[in-house]
């Protein structure tokens, strides 16, 4: 069983940052990519960013420059670092992890930007 625990979110000012973490736990299986996504209230929920496991890197339009991607192999960790926070960006972000067993999500860290 992989389970994914992220955390990091909170209240924000716009122009501020935040750096979330997703913990993936769990044996036996591989990953092959690393994915955040968010939904904001009434709304779909949309990719934001994603990490393969050969280390390639890919944002959605609206967050690119601002937001990046990484990963600690050793600590079985993905992290999110938002820069540059909108408004906008008010949504209940959520890990995901591709894996030899299936994909997997997270419980999702709630993100608010505001003054």
């Known amino acids: 069983q992989v389970q994914l625990v992220e955390s990091g979110g909170g209240l924000v000012q716009p122009g501020g940052s935040l750096r979330l973490s997703c913990v993936v736990s769990?044996?036996?299986?591989?990953?092959?990519?690393m994915y955040w996504y968010r939904q904001a209230p009434g709304k779909q929920r949309e990719w934001v960013a994603l990490?393969?496991?050969?280390?390639?890197?890919d944002y959605a339009e609206f967050v690119k420059g601002r937001f990046t991607i990484s990963s600690d192999n050793a600590k079985n960790t993905v992290y999110l670092q938002m820069n540059s926070l909108k408004p906008e960006d008010t949504a209940l972000y959520f890990c995901?992890?591709?894996?030899?067993?299936?994909?997997?999500w997270g419980q999702g860290t709630q993100i608010t930007v505001s003054s």
């Open positions: 769990g044996s036996g299986f591989i990953i092959h990519g």
């Open positions: 995901s992890v591709a894996t030899t067993m299936g994909v997997y």
């Open positions: 990490k393969t496991s050969g280390g390639t890197t």
